[in-house]
Each structure stands twice: as C-alpha cells, then as structure tokens.
C-alpha cells in the first residue's frame, strides 16, 4: 500500500537496486517514483521536456513499455516498467499528456543505454536490465540523440496510426474507415 512520503528532495544522482515493489504516483505537480515505503524520486511535470517511451515492437499496453525516459532540463530520469510510468502515471492523467505534446517513441533495438543505465540479476545473469536512474541530461543526452524517436504522438495516436498501417486497404483516417469519404 502507498504511504505518504515525507516532503523532502532527493539528493543528486540516484540509483536504487532493482525489485519487484516500484511504484510512482501522482502528488499534485509532481510524479513520486517509490521503492517500497521509500519516495526515491520527485519529478516536476512542469519541468518535463520530453518523456521517451520505449517499445518492443507490437505493445499492446503501457505495462509491457521496457522503460521510459523522461528529459529534464538538467537531468534525465531512466524509468523501467517496474516503476510503474508508462501504466499508472501516463494514463491517469492523459489530457495533461496531450496538452504538453511531449511523448516520443523508439524501438528498443535502437535505444541504447550506457552500461551505468543497467543491472544484472541473480535471476538473468545474461541479459542486462534497465535499472532506475537519475542522471544528468549531459551524460545522457548523447545516447539519445542517437535514437530514431517518433513523434510526438500520444498513445491514442499511436494506436490509431497502428490500426490505420495495418487495414488491407488502408488510406483513411480513424473517423473515415477504409478511406471512405
């Protein structure tokens, strides 16, 4: 259960160990991410310049979202699924999300992280995990720049250019099916 966290910031650069009991929720202007009890982050949505969420191909929910990052002037935040971002946060307030045309999307084949952006597990000592990190938008910025991101383009509008791309005949729009007129 979600407890209420103690107002304080959050020092510098944060990193928090991997687990199943991430959370992130709504306070006002802000986007508390949490490990267990613990509020390890506060994202000012004021702040937000672009929120990138990576995908997997055919995703057919915000839970199945690898992570997001979220570009702040001077930070960028690494968000993975366990927190909670891409689900609960993006869709209980998705009006806000569309007035701030801010959400960008690229293929996780080509969303590169550095090696300070991922952990390994006990359980996948093999495949590399994004972990939950803060750190500042000079250091990963360059990544970023590299990756072939879409958009903007909310989630409705992504699922409709989707279902558009896939119609056998294609060419109209979501409220003239089939390019009928």
């Known amino acids: 259960m979600f407890k209420r966290p103690a107002q304080q910031a959050v020092p510098g650069p944060v990193a928090r160990r991997r687990g199943e009991d991430w959370s992130s929720a709504w306070q006002g202007h802000e986007i508390l991410v949490c490990h267990g009890d613990e509020v390890v982050d506060r994202i000012d949505t004021e702040a937000i310049e672009r929120v990138i969420f990576v995908h997997a191909g055919e995703t057919l929910s915000a839970g199945a979202l690898p992570f997001a990052v979220v570009v702040l002037p001077d930070d960028c935040i690494v968000l993975p699924a366990a927190t909670g971002f ?12 569309d007035a701030r045309n801010c959400i960008y999307w690229v293929h996780l084949r080509q969303a590169t992280l550095p090696p300070k952006c991922k952990t390994r597990s006990a359980r996948h000592l ?42 056998a005949f294609g060419g109209g729009t979501p409220s003239t099916p089939g390019g009928l007129r």
């Open 86 to 97: 891409a689900g609960r946060v993006h869709f209980e307030r998705q009006s806000f999300w």
């Open 126 to 167: 093999l495949r590399a995990e994004v972990r939950f990190l803060r750190l500042p938008r000079a250091e990963l910025q360059p990544w970023l720049e590299r990756w072939p991101v879409e958009g903007p383009q909310s989630w409705d509008q992504r699922r409709w250019s989707r279902i558009e791309g896939a119609r």
